[in-house]
């Protein structure tokens, strides 16, 4: 697709953000066991796929966790369960392609759509996953997301975590939050896409916003990878069902939106649960007033 000039600008403004506002992800934790819980088959490749290929080539010990099980994307095409089957499959699959054994793949399968309905069983099986592989670094959607299961991914691990009283480093990746203007054009292939797209920009300004990301991690040379991962979620990246309508992740903002994830940085909102009954959420070198 053609980058026209205006949008140029505008990488080239925010690869100068980066480099400015954020530290680059140490080299040194490469090795460090973590748990990327996934609020649907596909946002683990998309928000961190680059960093779980780098972690995984330096040894690290790396599980998957999604949360729901993504039956509903098109529910109006396909039966929610043969597409929760589908997407299943393809949760491994792209896994496999990040360097992830299928026994360190963990598919809870809450209902897609109603994770917040679920927050009490989710909390408790989160917190079982955790005090049972005591990861080191736990990644999860950006705490601004706007889909609810997003949204209550970051709140149950967050409260497992401190229930617990569980020590480990956050590294919230986004997802939705590319999905505004300027980064990506409010033009939709519908109204309610249109007007989403517009709410989302108004609450959440880039500048602004882009401030909450203190690490990002450099993947420029795992694009391929990444892609091959990507392309797995192959509901999610081509129609399944020719003519249908079937909408996929290149047609969310013309293909800008999917764009925004193969950029030579992952980036990641980043902080410190200390345990001890309470979650401190203080971002790693920086102060909080």
């Given amino acids: 697709m053609t980058v026209s000039p205006s949008k140029r600008l505008i990488h080239k403004i925010y690869q100068v953000l980066i480099r400015h506002t954020m530290s680059d992800y140490d080299d040194?934790?490469?090795?460090?066991?973590?748990?990327?819980?996934?609020p649907h088959p596909d946002d683990e490749t998309l928000g961190c796929?680059?960093?779980?290929?780098?972690?995984?080539?330096?040894?690290?010990?790396?599980?998957?966790?999604?949360?729901?099980?993504?039956?509903?994307?098109?529910?109006?095409?396909?039966?929610?369960?043969?597409?929760?089957?589908?997407?299943?499959?393809?949760?491994?699959?792209?896994?496999?392609?990040?360097?992830?054994?299928?026994?360190d793949?963990?598919?809870?399968?809450?209902?897609?759509?109603?994770?917040?309905?679920?927050?009490?069983?989710?909390?408790?099986?989160v917190a079982e996953i955790l005090l049972r592989y005591q990861p080191e670094e736990i990644y999860i959607p950006y705490y601004k997301e706007y889909p609810a299961d997003h949204s209550a991914t970051n709140?149950?691990?967050?409260?497992?975590l401190n229930a617990y009283q569980l020590e480990a480093t956050v590294?919230?990746?986004?997802?939705?939050?590319w999905r505004h203007f300027p980064i990506t054009t409010l033009a939709a292939s519908s109204r309610r896409e249109t007007l989403s797209a517009l709410k989302n920009?108004?609450?959440?300004?880039?500048?602004?916003?882009?401030?909450?990301?203190?690490?990002?991690?450099?993947v420029g040379d795992l694009l391929d990878q990444k892609q091959q991962a990507l392309a797995q979620h192959r509901s999610q990246m081509q129609p399944l069902i020719p003519h249908s309508g079937w909408q996929t992740l290149a047609d969310v903002a013309k293909g800008e939106f999917l764009e925004c994830f193969f950029q030579d940085y992952e980036i990641f909102r980043r902080y410190r649960i200390a345990g001890k009954g309470s979650l401190h959420s203080?971002?790693?070198?920086?102060?909080?007033s």
């Fill in 155 to 160: 709140h149950i691990v967050l409260a497992a």
């Fill in 28 to 38: 040194g934790n490469l090795r460090k066991s973590a748990i990327v819980f996934s």
């Fill in 171 to 177: 590294y919230e990746y986004p997802i939705w939050f």
């Fill in 282 to 288: 203080q971002p790693l070198g920086m102060k909080v």
């Fill in 49 to 103: 796929g680059g960093t779980i290929l780098r972690k995984k080539q330096a040894g690290a010990d790396i599980k998957i966790v999604f949360m729901t099980d993504g039956c509903l994307s098109h529910a109006h095409l396909i039966a929610p369960a043969e597409l929760k089957a589908i997407r299943a499959q393809e949760a491994i699959s792209a896994a496999q392609a990040l360097g992830i054994e299928p026994e």
């Fill in 105 to 125: 793949v963990i598919c809870l399968e809450f209902p897609d759509g109603g994770l917040q309905d679920q927050q009490a069983k989710a909390i408790q099986a």
């Fill in 201 to 218: 920009s108004v609450l959440l300004g880039f500048g602004l916003r882009l401030r909450d990301f203190q690490c990002s991690v450099y």
